[in-house]
């Protein structure tokens, strides 16, 4: 994965400095934490000018291969009381342990081919890793199947901002890629 530090700042609207050098790294071998959403203050009906009480964030971590959830929730809250938050309450809701497939089989190499034929290799990027939810896990440790996945995007997606979007071509170029792709499998 190629990720240009400037262009990703310009895209994204980041003001600060990165904490990392090796963006392309970060994104594709640690693991992320989301702020899914907040929540703080007094939110019925009227108006109310208070100071809130309380404030409640739902976060979500995607990890990397061999992390567990469990000790990574603790290692989190253990973060927080080291830097001086011990008043932040951490809830384990559910996880999932992060995960890689066999980069060297078959069908994930399959997959890579039929990316490069309809795309170029240049417009083809194999990511070893993607912070990405979903049934890998499930599918790869309990089933003992390859896992490989496809996405579509450009630059200026601002994935998971409130004006996400796709170019209506690259998601019709990906559907082709996804028949050839299954007709090849078959």
Known sequence: MRCNQKELKENDGIIEELITDDVSSAIVCEPSLSINGLSAGYEADGIKTIIPGFAKAK????LAPCQDPEESFEKIQAQLEKNGYPDIRLT????????????????????????????????????LNSPIAGPAYAFGRNLKVPIAGFGIGYPGQKMHASNENIRLSDFCDAAWYLKCLLEKYR
């Not at 976060?59 to 995607?62: F, K, T």
């Not at 060297?104 to 083809?124: C, N, W, Y």
Request: hydrophobic share 30%; charged share 20%.
């Open 59 to 62: 976060l979500d971590c995607r």
């Open 92 to 127: 384990y809701l559910t996880g999932q342990p992060g995960y890689r497939s066999d980069v060297h089989s078959p069908f994930v190499k399959m997959v890579l081919r039929q990316a490069e034929e309809i795309f170029g290799s240049d417009g083809t990027s194999y990511v």
